[in-house]
């Protein structure tokens, strides 16, 4: 996602042909998956989905959410499993 901050608003959004349709698209689908699973595995209410606003954050909006990079394993494995 940083390299995505150097690309100019014309490749962020040029069409790729696969997926969600875009560079840009794309993150933020990956993104709002992020938010999705995180909010899954913890139980937690679901947070809105970043794509459903039909409107395609840059690179630097996305660093800007705090993103749930890593989810710890400790917490998957108490969610399948809980004690």
């Known amino acids: 996602m940083k390299r995505a901050l150097s ?18 698209r794309t993150l933020n689908h990956l993104v709002g998956a992020m938010f999705f699973f995180a909010d899954r595995l913890n139980r937690r209410a679901q947070r809105p989905r970043l794509e459903r606003d039909e409107r395609t954050k ?3 909006e996305l660093l800007g959410k705090r993103l749930p990079m890593a989810i710890s394993p400790f917490v998957w494995v108490n969610t399948v499993n809980p004690a």
Request: without cysteine; hydrophobic residues 25%; charged residues 25%.
């Open 7 to 24: 690309y100019r608003r014309k490749n962020f959004e040029r069409p790729t042909g696969i997926g969600p349709g875009s560079v840009g």
């Open 58 to 60: 840059t690179a630097a």
